[in-house]
Every structure is written in structure tokens, then in C-alpha cells.
């Protein structure tokens, strides 16, 4: 039985199209379907969205990977301070860099909303598509779940009511309240959000690291035990933090100038 090698092209966006070659058995052929509108919006239609410049992008993408240095600890606490410093130095070039530069190049290939749901399903059809799609989303669902509750550990030592009980959960909901309205007012919106919440959160951790630069002592640096290294803990952080680059490619369709932002996003 012969393999017939067949060419097909398939279309991102009006004015781009990515051509694929792939091998099908005679008798086992799937058709290709488009995961985009055939239909060509209207010059008034796209000029009415509002594209996301290249600050907002940037701390999206800082708070899709990790927004803020908060759970680092853990990495201390599992592993010591030598080798959480190891970690965050080496696991960006094992991992960060190149998932990155994986989403600029098939960012920029497919400069629409959907990111690695496109790029799956152009490659092996939308069966596959959707199985990406769902273990994302139930990823993003039990991750997201940790930000509110995580960010109230904080508050509490200066809000002690909201360690327990009744003002806990209050907090907790008008937190997910308040976000979820963010995402629905639009992506411009959370971008901004997003650069003043970066800010709010950073700065507290700047200043702390230039009121404790008299404190240090580089020696309590090189502590390691390796006989007491809790190693799921501490890859588990490395890894919750330094990943999810790939995220930002699902609103490529919404980001000004796709081809030159957010590669230069990424970067930065």
C-alpha cells in the first residue's frame, strides 16, 4: 500500500497562510478543518478592537509565568538556599528560554486568539485540539484557584481577620469577583490592571531587598544538605514559576502589531 504525500494550505488570517506538508495512508484519510472563520471581518468591525501595546503585554506575560517573586520561598525551604539559587538560574535555559522562543515563532506563525489550540490543530487535526485545549483550561483552573488564597497568606500578618472564618472567604470572593469583571471589560483593561498590579507587587520586594543589602551574609548562601532535599516540593516550584510562556499566545489575535510586539515582549 502506497503513502500519498498531499500539500495543503491552511489559512490563519487574511493575510497570512501557512502551507503544511504531511503523509496520509490511501484508505485512512481525516479532512482537514479550518479552526478559523473563512468569513473576513469588516475594516469597521477590526478597527473598533482595541490592541493590546507592548507594556500591558509585558506584565501579562510577567503574570501568566510567575507574578512575583511569591512562593519562592518554598524552594528555600524544600532544597536550601544553594540550590533554590541553582534552580532559578539554570531552569531558565532548560526550560523558560526555549518554550519562549517557541511562542514568539508560533506566535507570530498564527497571530490569533486560541495560541497552542491553533498550532495543535493545524498540526494533528482538531480531535487533538481539543484535548490540548481542555488539559490547559483544567490546568489554568486549579492554578488560577491559588492566587487569591496565596495572596491573602500575605495579608493576613497585617489583616489578621483574614487568616480564617467569615472575612477569609469574603476576601476570597470579591478578589475573584473583581478579576473576573476585569476580564470582562476587555483585554486592554487587564493589561493595565496588570501593570499596576505588577508594580504593587513588586515594589514592596524592592525596597525590602535595599533595606536588608546591610544584612547579608553571602556564606548562608552556599548551605545545601542533599540528604534533606525535598526534590517534588522543590521542582514543583521551579517549575510553577518559571512556566506557562506559552500562555500569551492565546490572545495573539488582540496584540498590536503581533509579528514585532510580542516576540520583543517575550524578550523583555
Keep these: ?46 478597527d473598533k478592537i482595541r490592541k ?4 500591558p503585554l509585558i506584565f501579562l506575560i510577567f503574570y501568566e509565568v510567575s507574578g512575583g517573586p511569591f512562593g519562592v520561598e518554598d524552594s528555600v525551604n524544600a532544597a536550601g538556599p544553594l540550590l533554590a539559587l541553582l534552580g532559578f538560574i539554570i531552569f531558565p535555559f532548560v526550560w523558560s528560554i526555549p518554550e519562549a522562543l517557541i511562542t514568539a515563532e508560533m506566535g507570530t506563525m498564527f497571530p490569533e486568539n486560541g495560541g497552542y489550540v491553533v498550532w495543535v490543530s493545524s498540526a494533528l487535526g482538531p480531535f487533538w485540539g481539543f484535548q490540548q485545549g481542555w488539559m490547559k483550561w483544567l490546568s489554568g483552573v486549579i492554578d488560577n484557584a491559588l492566587y487569591p488564597v496565596l495572596f491573602l497568606d500575605y495579608l493576613k500578618s497585617g489583616i489578621p481577620a483574614l487568616g480564617s472564618g467569615l472575612p477569609r472567604v469574603a476576601a ?3 478578589l475573584t469577583l473583581m ?12 493589561g493595565w490592571a496588570a501593570v499596576l498590579m505588577g508594580v504593587f507587587s513588586i515594589l514592596p520586594f524592592a525596597v525590602m531587598g535595599l533595606i536588608s543589602i546591610p544584612q547579608l551574609e553571602p556564606s548562608r548562601w552556599l548551605v545545601m544538605d542533599l540528604g534533606n532535599v525535598n526534590w517534588n516540593l522543590y521542582l514543583n516550584t521551579l517549575f510553577w514559576n518559571l512556566n506557562y510562556w506559552d500562555s500569551i499566545s492565546t490572545l495573539a489575535g488582540e496584540v498590536e502589531n503581533p509579528n514585532q510586539t510580542l516576540p520583543k515582549a517575550l524578550y523583555y
Design 1 to 46: 500500500m502506497t503513502l500519498l504525500q498531499k500539500r495543503r494550505i491552511i489559512t490563519v488570517n487574511p493575510s497570512a497562510s501557512i502551507e503544511m506538508s504531511h503523509h496520509n495512508n490511501n484508505n485512512n484519510e481525516v479532512p482537514y478543518t479550518s479552526v478559523v472563520d473563512d468569513e473576513t471581518p469588516s475594516p469597521k468591525a477590526t
Design 52 to 55: 493590546v501595546s507592548m507594556l
Design 179 to 190: 478579576l473576573t469583571y476585569l476580564n470582562y471589560r476587555g483585554l486592554t483593561i487587564v
Design 172 to 174: 476570597i470572593l470579591v
